[in-house]
C-alpha cells in the first residue's frame, strides 16, 4: 500500500516539473539580429521585479512610457497556481528587468487521474513427511530398514501491475506574462504609428506621424509633445510616415531641432533637443 502511495503522489506532482513560462514563451526579438537588440537594450540588471496586474494593456503602457520595452509573452492555461520562482526562474533566462504577470480562475474541472497499483505475489509452502522403507540383501539374510523423513518447499509467484483512478477535480487558470528590458534613451523619446482613419478622414490628410505614447523624460516629453499630436515637419522636411521621420531623427542625434504637430486642428511648432545616438 506504501508503494501504492507513492507512485500516486509522484504522478499527482509530476506536472510541476516544467516551467510553462518557457514552454509557452515568445521572444518578440527573434525577428531582429543579436546586436541590433543589444545597440537598443542596457543589459539585465541580474535580478528581476514581478508586477501583479489586474489590467495588463494600462500597466504594460505604463512600463513603456517609463523607458522599458517588452522583450517576451507567455500565455497559457493550466490547472492549479503558478510560483513567482517560476516566473524568476524564466525571468533570468530570457534578461528581463520586471516581469508583468496576471493570472484569472477560469472554472472546474471533473476528471480523474490514474495511479499504479503493485499487487505483491503469492507465496505458498508446501511440507511433506512420511516413512522410508528399504530392503536390504546379504549373506542370504534379508532385512527391512525404515527411516522417517519431513521437508518443506516453498514457491512464489511474480507480482503484477494493476491501474486505477482517482476521481479529482481540475481548477483552471489562465496566466499571461510579459517580460520586459530598460531600453537606451530613444533619441526623440515616443512611439508613433501612421495616421488612423478617422484623422485622415478629420484632417484630410494621409502624411505624418501620430504619437501614440511619449516616454518620460525623454526629449519629446521634455518639449511637451503630447500622446495624440501628429507630426507633420522635422525640421524644414515634410513628415511623410513614421518610418521616414525615424530615419530623419537619426541623422540629427544629439541637435537642436524644431519639430511641428498637428494638435486638435492647430500647427504649433516645438523646439526639442535630441538624445545623442547610443
Known amino acids: 500500500m506504501k508503494t501504492s502511495v507513492i507512485l500516486l503522489i ?12 518557457s514552454k509557452f514563451y ?5 525577428t531582429e539580429p543579436a546586436d541590433a537588440v543589444a545597440k537598443r537594450l542596457y543589459p539585465y540588471t541580474g535580478s ?30 493550466g490547472a492549479g497556481a503558478v510560483t513567482e520562482k517560476q516566473l524568476k526562474q524564466h525571468a533570468a533566462k530570457v534578461g ?25 505475489g503469492q507465496v505458498s509452502t508446501t511440507t511433506s513427511s512420511g516413512t ?22 516453498t514457491t512464489t509467484t511474480p507480482g503484477t501491475f494493476s491501474t486505477h483512478f482517482v476521481p479529482r477535480t481540475f481548477h483552471r487558470y489562465g496566466h499571461s506574462a510579459t517580460f520586459w528590458r ?29 504619437v501614440t505614447l511619449v516616454i518620460i523624460d525623454s526629449p519629446a516629453f521634455r518639449a511637451n509633445i503630447l500622446k495624440g499630436d501628429i507630426i507633420t515637419h522635422i525640421g524644414d522636411v515634410e513628415v511623410m510616415s513614421p518610418a521616414e521621420a525615424g530615419k530623419q531623427l537619426e541623422g540629427l542625434a544629439g541637435q537642436n531641432v524644431r519639430i511641428r504637430v498637428l494638435r486638435k486642428g492647430q500647427l504649433v511648432d516645438v523646439e526639442v533637443q535630441l538624445n545623442p545616438p547610443t
Request: charged content about 15%; proline content about 3%; some cysteine.
Open 96 to 120: 528581463a528587468d520586471i516581469v508583468l504577470w496576471g493570472s484569472s480562475y477560469l472554472g472546474a474541472e471533473q476528471g480523474a487521474v490514474p495511479f499504479l497499483q503493485y499487487n505483491p
Open 10 to 21: 509522484a504522478l499527482l506532482s509530476s506536472g510541476c516539473a516544467s516551467n510553462d513560462f
Open 132 to 153: 522410508a522403507h528399504v530392503n536390504m540383501h546379504g549373506g542370504g539374510d534379508r532385512s527391512t530398514v525404515s527411516a522417517n523423513y519431513s521437508g518443506t518447499s
Open 48 to 77: 528581476t521585479q514581478i508586477l501583479s496586474t489586474k489590467n495588463h494593456d494600462a500597466d504594460a503602457e505604463n512600463l513603456t512610457a517609463r523607458g522599458f520595452v517588452c522583450i517576451g509573452f507567455s500565455a497559457f492555461e
Open 26 to 30: 515568445h521572444d518578440n526579438t527573434s
Open 182 to 210: 530598460r531600453s537606451k534613451p530613444r533619441t526623440l523619446g515616443v512611439y508613433w504609428e501612421v495616421l488612423p482613419n478617422t484623422l485622415r478622414e478629420q484632417f484630410a490628410r494621409n502624411t505624418g506621424a501620430y
